[in-house]
């Protein structure tokens, strides 16, 4: 996993779902708290602004009074058309235009005043307990104080006192000559305009309401899929626990975490081994009931801050803390001892690679959980699939190995474009009279970089990757071209027989392709054989039957690859029409000191001779064996008794002056050369030319 998927997916572990619910309500706290100052803003400036203007009347009302003299002074006051009255410095009644305007007997001007208000003009606003809503606070400000209407029927004659407008009454003063002028005014506000005010803040509200409650919807929507997202990305389906993220994650916290430095852990690659098999003879829904056994056993043998996981479809990383190497190993065997058995109608089998994480990473705090992890399921990979219940341990071989790989892959098309591999001849002769009878062809790779490299380190590797094909194409194009060239310098050819691996014979013109190759070189396909090993016999047989058939047809010979090594291949050699036998080099080590050996040879030759073949003996080297096998009536022999593989100026220089019996010449367009000869033959010393024929 990357580190920035990483850092994403511990992020999102982390978080959760409070905050999201946290911001909602503080937004909607706040944008509640908007609203509501926007509507206090609104009513208090248009009472202010309708209290002002009342306000300038009073003043008016005023002037108008201290201008007229005593006489004309209530004329003047009742034509304003407003309840008002006057008191003069001493607080004392005047005058009285309209009813109820003050309670004379507690010679106040006004039982009810709760309180004054001096609005911008300088006039004074007085509260008025029966009617008034205004009141206005300590420092002055003027709000509405609706506890102070003592009843709804008062509050309702007041809204109600005109169909269309609601008015609020109240009491202002002014300074006048001989005292103070108490009017009667009044806010009013026309119905309709309250109306349109309280719809829109009514309509404010609604949609603050219905916002909010989508947000909150919405926030509810998103905490159940993060809480369903967190499940995928953490939980494994099938155990309903630790997933490989989790896993990871978690594991690399632990190790970072640890306070005593000197606890070692180890993690372990647990494989439940033929897994497929098991679900393709029955159920992908048994399967996974056996892997949650599994992952059950492994959690209950584990210790309880150990870790386990379920990943891809059949393997569980497991981490451990441990003590000792031993107890480790035991712990893993009674593991893989247990799983064994989980199931009474079956024999399963587990495998498990492990490796051990250094007590201090290198750097501190930095801890790559899943490169230990690779690094053990790369030892469980060393496993043979018949090694069941195998534990391996990873070390520095297998990275070796790995590298190897790595830097034979990254070479293989340029070593082929630039021609580093270079084709050895092994000669076979004939026991009866050391003569030459034939040749294989075998490949050496001279690598400017990684040096002279023999095929046991990169066919297999050709094999496994598919590139063995391209090699195969290139080592028959190669022996038929040196074919073609030592027949042009008048050897006497005999035929060269070329490996051509398993994996060809999946192409249904395999048999074509040889043809074309060696035709393309222009040399006789009876100079060439193919060596087929006995696995290929394994696949499809009506297929290779076919492909033999036109071998065959086009002129080249086919060889049965070291017979006898692996499993028994009779039975191809019942069905398929095949011209040489090459007896495996292991049935030779050790005849010489036991007759059972001497007689397997003896019958497979009879055999061979029976079924009209010619049989070749690989791997002879000692003198005993060429006797038997020549008493045997072997036809030919290879081996480093007679030659080692040698480069093809070698081999060309035992053509020229080898006894061929059985040889191909071509007449037409011959031109007998010097042959080339070389050093660089591969044979160590005291190995071969003391008994080359
Ligand atoms: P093979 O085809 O069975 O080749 C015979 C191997 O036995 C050769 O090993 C040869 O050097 C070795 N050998 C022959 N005589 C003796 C002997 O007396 N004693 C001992 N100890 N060994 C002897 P080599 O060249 O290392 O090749 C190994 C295998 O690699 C071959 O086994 C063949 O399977 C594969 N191989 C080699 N060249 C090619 C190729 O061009 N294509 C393919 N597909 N496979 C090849
Ligand atoms: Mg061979
Ligand atoms: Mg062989």
Redesign the pocket.
């Known amino acids: 996993m990357s580190n920035t998927s990483r850092s994403k997916a511990m992020k999102l572990r982390k978080s959760h779902a409070g905050w999201g619910i946290f911001m909602f309500i503080l937004i909607f706290l706040m944008a509640s708290v908007i609203l509501a100052l926007i509507a206090s803003m609104l009513i208090t400036f248009s009472v202010n602004s309708k209290a002002l203007s009342e306000a300038d009347a009073v003043n008016y009302m005023a002037k108008l009074y201290d201008l007229t003299d005593e006489k004309n002074t209530d004329l003047v006051l009742s034509n304003s058309n407003r309840d008002c009255y006057v008191l003069d410095k001493d607080g004392n009644y005047l005058t009285e235009i309209g009813k109820n305007t003050c309670d004379q007997s507690s010679g106040q001007p006004f039982s009810g005043i709760v309180g004054s208000y001096t609005a911008g003009t300088g006039v004074k606003i007085y509260t008025d307990k029966s009617h008034g809503f205004l009141t206005v606070d300590e420092s002055g400000n003027l709000e509405f104080d609706y506890k102070s209407v003592l009843s709804i029927e008062q509050l309702t004659d007041v809204l109600y006192a005109d169909e269309d407008y609601v008015s609020f009454p109240y009491w202002t003063s002014a300074p006048v000559k001989d005292g103070t002028l108490f009017v009667k005014t009044v806010i009013r506000f026309d119905i309709n305009d309250l109306i349109y005010v309280g719809i829109i803040i009514l309509a404010a509200g609604v949609l603050l309401l219905f916002v909010g409650a989508a947000m909150f919807a919405n926030i509810i929507s998103n905490i159940v899929d993060h809480v369903k997202m967190k499940r995928l990305l953490f939980m494994d389906h099938i155990s309903d626990d630790h997933n490989w993220v989790r896993f990871l994650i978690e594991g690399e916290e632990m190790l970072k975490k640890r306070r005593n430095k000197s606890k070692k852990y180890a993690v372990v690659n647990l494989v439940f081994v033929k897994y497929r098999n098991f679900v393709l003879c029955h159920s992908v829904e048994e399967g996974e009931d056996q892997l949650r056994k599994v992952y059950n056993i492994i959690r209950r043998k584990i210790g309880k801050k150990d870790m386990v996981a379920h990943v891809s479809t059949s393997s569980f990383p497991i981490l451990i803390a441990y003590k000792d190497e031993k107890e480790l190993r035991m712990l893993i065997h009674s593991i893989i001892g247990e799983l064994e058995k989980i199931d009474s109608d079956h024999k399963f089998a587990f495998q498990a690679g492990v490796d051990l994480i250094p007590a201090s990473p290198k750097k501190r705090n930095v801890v790559f959980l899943e490169h230990y992890y690779n690094n053990a399921c790369a030892a469980r990979m060393t496993l043979e699939e018949t090694d069941e219940s195998g534990i391996a341990f990873f070390n520095q071989k297998i990275i070796d190995e790995h590298k190897w790989i790595d830097n034979i892959q990254e070479r293989q098309q340029r070593a082929i474009d630039n021609e580093e591999f270079v084709v ?1 001849y ?1 000669p076979k002769y004939d026991p009866s009279d050391n003569s030459l009878k034939g040749a ?4 050496r790779w001279n690598s400017p970089d990684l040096g002279f490299i ?3 380190r990169f ?1 297999p590797i050709f094999e496994e990757n598919g590139f ?1 094909t391209e ?2 194409h290139y ?1 028959i194009r190669h022996v038929a071209r040196d074919q073609r060239r030592w027949l042009n310098s008048g050897y006497n050819c005999v035929p060269v027989s ?4 398993r994996a060809h014979f999946i192409e249904d013109d395999l048999a074509d392709q040889i043809r074309d190759l060696v035709r393309g070189e222009n040399c006789p396909t009876n100079l060439i054989e193919i ?1 087929l ?1 006995e696995s290929a016999f394994f696949d499809d047989k009506k297929a290779l039957l076919t492909t033999i058939g036109k071998l065959k047809e086009y002129g080249f010979s086919v060889s049965m ?2 017979f006898g090594s692996g499993y028994s291949s009779l039975n191809s050699l019942k069905d398929l029409p095949l011209d040489v036998l ?1 007896l495996d ?1 292991g049935f030779f080590r050790g005849i010489s000191d036991d007759d059972r050996g001497e007689k397997v040879v003896s019958a497979a030759i009879k055999l061979a001779k029976d079924l009209s073949m010619k049989v070749v003996a ?4 000692e003198k005993g064996q060429v006797e038997f096998l020549k008493h045997e009536e072997c036809d030919m022999i ?4 007679f030659a ?2 040698m480069p093809g100026e070698d081999y060309a220089a035992r053509l020229a002056g080898g006894t061929a019996t059985e040889t191909v010449t071509e007449s037409a367009e011959e031109t007998v050369a010097e042959p080339e000869t070389s050093e660089s033959c591969e044979t160590p010393e005291g190995a071969d030319g003391a008994n080359e024929p």
């Open positions: 050895y092994q294989e062809a075998l490949v023999s095929p046991g066919i063995i090699l195969d080592m070329v490996n051509v691996s060596e090993t690859d070291d090459k080099a690989e791997g002879v080297e290879q081996g480093f008794y080692r593989p």
